[in-house]
């Protein structure tokens, strides 16, 4: 009888040792397969228009679109005044991603890095932030790459982006003041869940498929993002 139950035991740990594993390798195995299926397929990039950036740090992504141009004027939403240098403010591009709040203000720097905001970040849940990061001249390299949008395309992509602020009943965006990595930055309320399908990089993506951009069908991972900008 004693060797029946712990045979019972065993086996029992050995289908949750299994259901454990099952997890990741079906999120990885669909976020592979479906950041390989496009959607836009018939994009092509225009010869003229409007130029942003897509940039990865390899775990996360962010897009960078001109502080003021024709469309859209950022600096209402996301002022200098609001970072710990304003002279950053005047910068002519800003980066725009979007997080798991605790991950966010937890980890300034991967060293920070603990294994429960690992998995907040991948797979977690609970309230978010955009982070919007100022900048100036950015360049294509092998960290950030340039896109080529229409003006059509383009206010889809801001209005994307606008609509993940959460705003103050006077309409103004709600920074955390103090809170942000560097000088050229701050987090800012959003409104929107974190989870294992809206993940920081699956906001990437769905901003560039609102726009029109061919990428991935869900692209949780920066790598289904990057390697179509390739």
Not at 34 to 52: C, H, K, Q, S, Y
Not at 121 to 136: K, N, V
Not at 172 to 190: K, Q, V
């Amino acid at each position: 009888m004693k060797r029946s139950a712990t045979t019972k035991l065993s086996a029992i740990a050995l289908r949750v040792l299994a259901g454990l594993l099952v997890l990741p390798i079906g999120y990885l195995l669909a976020a592979l397969l479906l950041g390989f299926l496009p959607a836009n397929p018939d994009w092509r990039e225009p010869g003229r228009g409007v130029t942003i950036f897509v940039r990865s740090n390899g775990v996360h992504t962010w897009i960078m679109v001109p502080k003021v141009n024709s469309d859209m004027d950022w600096q209402p939403l996301v002022p200098g005044t609001d970072l710990r240098d304003p002279r950053w403010g005047r910068g002519n591009y800003v980066g725009f991603g979007y997080g798991n709040r605790t991950f966010y203000l937890e980890t300034p720097t991967w060293g920070d890095l603990t294994m429960k905001n690992a998995l907040l970040a991948a797979f977690g849940s609970g309230r978010t932030l955009i982070h919007a990061d100022h900048d100036h001249d950015p360049e294509a390299d092998d960290h950030q790459r340039p896109i080529v949008l229409t003006r059509d395309q383009y206010r889809k992509l801001v209005h994307y982006i606008r609509a993940s602020f959460e705003y103050g009943p006077e309409g103004r965006t709600i920074p955390l003041p103090g809170r942000g990595y560097h000088d050229s930055d701050m987090f800012y309320e959003a409104v929107g869940p974190y989870n294992g399908v809206l993940t920081c990089n699956e906001w990437t993506g769905r901003a560039l498929r609102r726009a029109g951009v061919r990428t991935g069908l869900w692209t949780p991972l920066a790598q289904s993002i990057m390697w179509r900008l390739d």
